[in-house]
């Protein structure tokens, strides 16, 4: 009998649902406590995952992000992940 491998789905901060990693971008807090956009979904740190730029948007907006890293946010972090995920979401900017 085989066991099929359960893909781990990540909650998003802006909106609450629920998406396997994949379909969503993270923002990590390094060890060296630098904010940064993980394009490759593996750095290391604790991460925040965001669907969509208006989930990122509302998760700034309500400080939600600054929760789930558990640091605070400068503004010139805040806008240079809103850059990077600009580049991250391309044309699929909800």
Do not use: N, W
């Amino acid at each position: 009998m085989t066991v099929m491998a359960q893909k781990r789905m990540r909650t998003c901060i802006g909106c609450s649902q629920q998406f396997p990693k994949e379909q969503l971008k993270r923002i990590v807090r390094t060890p060296s406590g630098s904010i940064e956009f993980d394009g490759t979904g593996r750095a290391s740190g604790r991460g925040a995952y965001v669907c969509s730029m208006a989930c990122l948007a509302e998760a700034l907006k309500a400080r939600r992000l600054q929760r789930s890293l558990k640091t605070a946010i400068s503004q010139d972090e805040a806008d240079a992940i809103v850059g990077h995920m600009l580049d991250a979401f391309g044309d699929d900017v909800r």
